[in-house]
């Protein structure tokens, strides 16, 4: 596998580990989860994320995300999902 696959930014969550908690309303009410081209595309929406939430960081009872809790991700789809190359898998 390459880099050459959709990526995800997944976030290390307590209960569930690492997620993609980021969803889009795809139409009809379906909530997709949010890929990205190229870990570039991935890694700059997440820096958005982070800077776009620094106000409400500086509330008192808001806890800052740190870039340690992100990671990008390769994501298989059914074409290219095969056995070894699990969700979330580096290639």
């Known amino acids: 596998m390459t880099w050459d696959r959709i ?6 969550t307590i209960t569930h580990g690492w997620v993609n908690n980021w969803y889009y309303d ?11 081209a190229t870990p570039q595309e991935a890694q700059a929406a997440l820096d958005e ?3 776009d939430l620094e106000e409400e960081f500086s ?3 808001v806890n ?3 870039h340690d809790e992100f990671r990008i991700r ?3 789809d059914h ?4 056995a070894g190359h699990p969700a979330g898998a580096t290639p």
Do not use: D, I, W
């Open 26 to 36: 795809g139409g009809g009410g379906v909530m997709r989860a949010e890929t990205f």
């Open 79 to 82: 074409a290219t999902s095969q």
């Open 74 to 76: 390769y994501v298989p």
């Open 59 to 61: 509330l008192p009872y």
């Open 7 to 12: 990526k995800e930014v997944q976030q290390n």
């Open 64 to 66: 800052r995300y740190l």
């Open 49 to 51: 994320h982070l800077t």
